[in-house]
């Protein structure tokens, strides 16, 4: 089923970068597609992987990185940053520069509140729930308030910051968006027997002789640096969405496509479906966003419809647990 899912992930890009393309300007249109595809591509890998992993290292498979606030971070440190530096010294940095600030900050923040959360092995599933959703509230709240009192012009910067955009990747960024997604999702697949051990249970895990903690932290280090990576490479998914749902919803239907094609619990599966599930639904929710929607709207009006329509199937089927 992987190689079925790579073969239509392969169909699907060549069909978006060469349909509709004129006997003019073919060349730029190609350039700006291929720079748009990659980051489709990166965007989808790393979304699709830390869903996976978070999902296992919380013992539940309706957690996503962005149901736990990462995205609101992901805003907070947008505004944070303009705040501190303003919307002229942001301006003069270049795309490499704001890429690992953003990434840097995004990566501390996210494991010095959240390590302590997971440490103890997602034995308590609601309590983090919870808590996840309180800090993205709280971060969601602190953005809200420190855009209320900066300066217009800086606040028209932060919207366009914050907002995906598959439009204005910097090109620079994408090799090192690549390599951090490509790094962890290999890393992924290295320690998939580990994440196997853990998917049994902290009781089986510990019987086994897997140290618990040190892969649950090392797990969600890799979630962040790849929600991060991805987040700072083209922006939160979610953004304009007051829950983040789009992220969530996206998220979701990564892992539950990985579970159901595959038909397997081994991550050594799972991480390349994820992968290549979630980078297909981009490109072809990025198709219909262009061809029929005529670009009516934004990617995230794609992903919520699908992606409420997939959370109900699995909710009446009873998929949740």
């Keep these: ?11 699907a890009c060549t069909v978006w970068m060469f ?6 300007r073919r060349g730029f249109l190609l350039g700006l ?6 980051g489709l591509l990166i965007l989808g890998t790393a979304t699709g992987v830390a869903t996976v992993l978070f999902q296992t290292i919380a013992a539940n498979r309706i957690l996503t990185p962005s149901m736990m606030g990462f995205d609101s971070l992901f805003g907070l440190v947008q505004v944070a940053l303009v705040a501190a530096v303003g919307a002229g010294g942001l301006s003069t940095l270049d795309g490499v520069a704001r890429f690992w600030l953003a990434l840097g900050a995004m990566l501390a923040l996210a494991l010095l509140l959240f390590a302590p959360l997971l440490g103890r092995g997602g034995r308590d599933v609601p309590r983090m729930i919870l808590t996840g959703l309180i800090l993205g509230v709280l971060f969601r709240s602190l953005a809200g308030f420190m855009t209320r009192v900066m300066d217009p012009n800086a606040f028209a910067v932060v919207q366009g910051l914050s907002a995906a955009s598959l439009t204005r990747i910097d090109p620079a960024v994408l090799p090192w968006a690549g390599a951090i997604t490509a790094a962890s999702g290999i890393a992924a697949l290295v320690l998939a027997p580990q994440f196997d051990v853990l998917a049994l249970g902290r009781s089986s895990a510990v019987s086994l002789g897997l140290r618990v903690r040190a892969m649950t932290l090392g797990g969600l280090a890799l979630v962040a640096l790849m929600t991060a990576a991805g987040t700072a490479m083209a922006g ?29 619990v ?32 934004t990617l995230s009006v794609v992903i919520e419809f699908v992606g409420g329509l997939f959370f109900l199937y699995l909710l009446l089927k009873g998929r949740l647990r």
Excluded at 19 to 24: A, V
């Design 1 to 11: 089923m992987l190689w079925v899912l790579a073969g239509l992930l392969a169909v």
């Design 236 to 264: 939160s998914v979610a953004a304009g969405s007051p829950i983040g749902g789009s992220a969530a919803f996206f998220g979701l239907i990564a892992a539950g496509l990985a579970r159901g094609l595959t038909g397997s």
């Design 266 to 297: 081994r991550h050594a599966a799972l991480v390349p479906g994820a992968a290549l599930s979630a980078a297909l639904v981009l490109v072809i929710g990025e198709a219909v966003f262009e061809r029929i929607l005529g670009l009516a709207g």
């Design 33 to 38: 597609r291929g720079t748009r595809l990659a």
């Design 19 to 24: 349909q509709g393309l004129g006997d003019t």
